[in-house]
Nanobody, 115 residues
């Protein structure tokens, strides 16, 4: 059974930081590109960042320079370090794993940026 379990969400003030983590099980983790997506209130789900099995990263323009995605293939985890958070970063953040033929999603974790 495939599971992607996110953790680390919460309430933070503008300018603050949060670190999200996603623990994967039931998949050959090192074969998958891992990603973070988010869905804000009244918005469509959008890509935040991805990292390939080899460590190549890609970021949405809105988070470049503020967010950093990383992975630990030995621990089957992917993380998202979020700095300089803005109210517009408020969303449910989802972990994603995809290969050429399969894709999986986590249940999501809420991030709220508010004073």
């Amino acid at each position: 059974q495939v599971q992607l379990v996110e953790s680390g969400g919460g309430l933070v003030q503008p300018g603050g930081s949060l670190r999200l983590s996603c623990a994967a099980s039931g998949i050959m983790f090192s074969f998958y590109t891992m990603g973070w997506y988010r869905q804000g209130p009244g918005k469509q789900r959008e890509l935040v960042a991805t990292i390939t099995s080899g460590g190549v990263t890609n970021y949405a323009d809105s988070v470049k320079g503020r967010f950093t995605v990383s992975r630990d293939n030995a621990k089957n985890t992917v993380s998202l370090q979020m700095n300089s958070l803005k109210p517009e970063d408020t969303a449910v953040y989802y972990c994603n794993a995809y290969s050429r033929t399969l894709q999986y999603w986590g249940q999501g974790t809420q991030v709220t940026v508010s004073s």
